[in-house]
């Protein structure tokens, strides 16, 4: 791989922009699991991290994170700081990856010092370049004091977002321009004001996109790139006789292939909205190329992808007109556990071990990033593993967040979930069918069974997959994987009922899924 760095200064401009141009000709087979842009601050001065309005904190140094200083856990990136330098931060626990952010979300993060008052911000006006997609997972700041841009990495993903180039195959890719921002105050009662004055830079500099400065022939100026509009809907047949506008759905154009496909791309551009209050969209700015019009919508399970490619020319922007999203629905809902939404954040989320706290998560909306959660379950359930009733159950309170292993002396073993339900009746020649929508997988093999726990044969079962560790990283999702189940009437019983979910593979703490959502339908009757 070549890499041409380029730094821009602009008269004026308080703060440097980068931006590095990679190229590969007819060379050898190749592959990238990490690209990016890293700043290392001065640790004597820049201590107060800011990631987000309520992600900010005085931070330890690196000499904390030192073996005669911290204890390291079950991977090295998290250590318990014993004898930290400032004893604030006594017994935390000090992990990079509790502030991973989706890539949506990252426009600006940083550092303060107090002495001089300053401020260093690393600002990223567009993610089209990055792999993966808006809800693609990255790392920001942490302990160092480092700051990232991030292009590629397999962090919440796994080798699925590793970009593998053939040998002989020829490539071109812009990542950025970011901007690095600094800006001062005159005294320390005036420090807040450094970071509203630095979201308020990231809101101007996301106007200026796409910059006109850069040089590079392969970095499109405004004139260059077109526009792509249109409405987008979904209907559920079983839910209304009428589609309806998929509000603040997710709709972008992605690199041609399969739906859903552009959650696993790390080659290409890819160009994110959010529709309106009446499924309007408007997808600014977009390169010249050949693009699938993909998207999802909370609330519904499954992938939408347009059936007509979109191919952006030069001058010419593009309406789609009206695009329905058709989601996956064989008959009417006999039961359903979970909100479709890609996420696993509105099952039970324990508190985290005393020995393990990061104080930023206490009392806070993502608890779901401290350390050692995934510990709780054997606490939770030392015998037996979860059951769930549908009928009397609350999967806030009652579904464990991770189907994660059970340690035993040495070893883990593999959990068995069970999900009790009752049906009225069975029609015993019909087709009923099970939707698996699943957030995070970790070197999982899921098992179904109806009725017959091991070592009965399972109706189906996944094969090993993912590799995304999104449970040792306190992610609440990596990638979105949806299973269809055929379930034959023959299978079921007129009354009682269980499910069986068994994630089969045991060797480490951190293997398991995350559920996003599970329905149960019956056979197809006459929808609405």
Not at 180 to 203: C, F, I, S
Not at 216 to 237: I, L, Y
Not at 289 to 317: E, R
Request: glycine residues 8%; neutral net charge; hydrophobic residues 35%.
């Amino acid at each position: 791989m070549e890499i041409d760095q380029r730094y821009v200064m602009l008269r004026g401009v308080s703060g440097i922009y980068a931006y590095g141009i990679f190229e590969r000709a007819a060379w050898p087979a190749f592959g990238m699991p990490n690209a990016r842009l890293a700043f290392k601050l001065q640790r004597q001065q820049f201590k107060y991290m800011v990631i987000a309005d309520n992600r900010q904190r005085e931070m330890p140094v690196p000499e904390d994170r030192m073996k005669d200083r911290a204890e390291e856990l079950i991977y090295p990136e998290a250590v318990i700081l014993k004898n930290p330098t400032d004893p604030q931060f006594k017994g935390e626990v000090d992990d990079k990856y509790q502030y991973s952010m989706e890539s949506q979300d990252i426009r600006v993060h940083g550092w303060i010092s107090k002495d001089p008052p300053t401020g260093f911000w690393q600002i990223t006006p567009s993610y089209e370049f990055r792999s993966g997609g808006p809800n693609k997972q990255f790392l920001t700041s942490h302990v160092g004091p480092s700051t990232l841009a991030m292009f590629v990495s397999a962090h919440y993903s796994g080798e699925d977002l590793i970009p593998r180039f053939a040998e002989g195959e020829p490539w071109n890719h812009i990542y950025g321009p970011m901007f690095m921002y600094m800006n001062n105050v005159t005294t320390g009662q005036d420090l807040p004001l450094l970071w509203d004055d630095a979201k308020e830079r990231m809101l101007s500099e996301v106007k200026q996109w796409p910059y006109s400065f850069p040089a590079s022939e392969d970095f499109p100026k405004a004139n260059e790139r077109v526009n792509v509009t249109g409405r987008f809907f979904v209907h559920d047949r079983y839910l209304s006789k009428e589609k309806g506008p998929a509000r603040n759905a997710f709709i972008g154009l992605g690199p041609p292939g399969e739906a859903g496909s552009w959650q696993r791309d790390s080659k290409t551009y890819q160009f994110w909205t959010r529709t309106d209050q009446h499924g309007n969209f408007t997808i600014s700015f977009v390169r010249v190329g050949c693009y699938n019009l993909h998207g999802w919508v909370d609330g519904f399970i499954g992938d939408f992808k347009h059936n007509v490619p979109i191919n952006i020319t030069v001058g010419q922007n593009v309406d789609v007109g009206e695009v329905v999203f058709e989601p996956p629905r064989d008959g009417p809902t006999l039961w359903e556990i979970g909100v479709p939404d890609r996420l696993a954040r509105e099952f039970f989320i324990p508190d985290p071990n005393p020995k393990y706290v990061n104080k930023l998560y206490v009392n806070h909306p993502d608890r779901f990033r401290q350390y050692g959660l995934w510990e709780r379950y054997a606490e939770l359930y030392p015998k037996d593993d979860l059951v769930y009733d549908v009928n009397a159950s609350d999967y806030s309170k009652d579904w464990f967040y991770a189907q994660v292993t059970r340690p035993l002396g040495g070893r883990y073993n593999g959990t068995t979930w069970s999900v009790k339900f009752n049906l009225d009746d069975v029609a015993l020649d019909a087709t009923y069918k099970l939707r698996l929508a699943i957030a995070s997988a970790t070197n999982s093999d899921l098992q179904i069974r109806f009725n017959k726990p091991k070592p009965s044969l399972p109706i189906f079962t996944t094969g090993k997959i993912g590799n995304d560790n999104s449970i040792a990283r306190h992610g609440i999702h990596g990638l979105y994987w949806l299973y269809n189940v055929d379930v034959k009437g023959s299978e079921l019983n007129k009354g009682s009922n269980t499910l069986f979910l068994t994630q089969s593979k045991g060797v480490s703490p951190f293997q398991g899924i995350m559920y996003d959502y599970l329905r149960l339908e019956g056979p197809p009757t006459s929808p609405k």
